[in-house]
């Protein structure tokens, strides 16, 4: 599997964007990046994905870099219910393929 | 967005007794879904891959005689956690693809919490 690496853990302040990257040097043609986020003591929600280019959805947004080996998602404006920890995970698009779990990146928000 | 349910969301049984854990997709019909296990502050750890009709595939390191998995219908799977001991105490998290969706989107259930006493 296409590894991914991220930063442990980011901050941010209440109504601030928040930019939370990801590596995925390794990426193949055929992967898609999908971003996940765990708030407390819940199961993992979807947050969205994409393949070549980038994506908006009513949660966030993702910059998907020209050489697709990084993308960022892209929270406009933070609340403190984003408080979570972002997963970013590549998958081959294939029917009933498994998901892989770094360790994610934590963000705190800040009032 | 498609719902999973998991049931309890949490329990507690003595050490030696078996429990067993629901997972439902309520607005959709899976054919695979997935078990998670996490121990505190560590990330998601795949078990098994569901698949209705036909045997759960499991990792490599889990006990398929001790994590019993049933895919019966469209919309439910169930895990049962068989002679349980204090190391099994952990957060349970089932998933459930939904083929009319995006590429490989899964959706989770709330988890149930596990203690083993």
């Known amino acids: 599997d296409a590894k991914t690496t991220q930063p442990n853990s980011m901050e941010s302040n209440e109504e601030e964007p928040v930019h939370l990257p990801c590596n995925h040097s390794?990426?193949?043609?055929?992967?898609?990046i999908h971003w996940y986020r765990q708030l407390p003591s819940q199961g993992p929600e979807y947050v969205i994905h994409?393949?070549?280019s980038n994506v908006n959805n009513r949660m966030a947004s993702l910059a998907i870099a020209e050489d697709r080996k990084s993308s960022t998602l892209i929270l406009h404006r933070a609340t403190l219910r984003d408080a979570a920890v972002y997963y970013c995970?590549?998958?081959?698009?294939?029917?009933?393929?498994?998901?892989?779990f770094g360790g994610g990146t934590r963000l705190m928000v800040k009032p | 967005g498609a719902v999973v349910s998991q049931h309890p969301s949490w329990v507690i049984c003595k050490s030696g007794t078996s429990v067993k854990i629901e997972c439902r997709s309520l607005?959709?019909?899976?054919?695979?879904m997935f078990w998670y296990r996490q121990f505190p502050k560590q990330s998601l750890m795949l078990m098994a891959t569901?698949?209705?009709?036909?045997?759960?595939?499991?990792e490599q390191g889990v006990e398929k005689d001790k994590f019993l998995i049933n895919h019966a219908s469209l919309t439910l799977s169930t895990l049962t956690v068989t002679s349980a001991h204090p190391e099994d105490s952990s957060f349970y998290i089932c998933?459930?693809?939904?083929?009319?969706?995006?590429?490989?989107?899964?959706?989770f259930g709330p988890g149930t919490r596990l203690t083993v006493l």
């Open positions: 998933s459930a693809r939904d083929p009319g969706q995006a590429e490989d989107t899964q959706y």
């Open positions: 390794t990426i193949s043609g055929t992967d898609y």
């Open positions: 994409g393949l070549t």
């Open positions: 995970i590549l998958t081959l698009g294939n029917a009933g393929n498994m998901l892989t």
């Open positions: 607005d959709f019909q899976a054919t695979t």
């Open positions: 569901s698949n209705e009709g036909s045997k759960a595939t499991y």
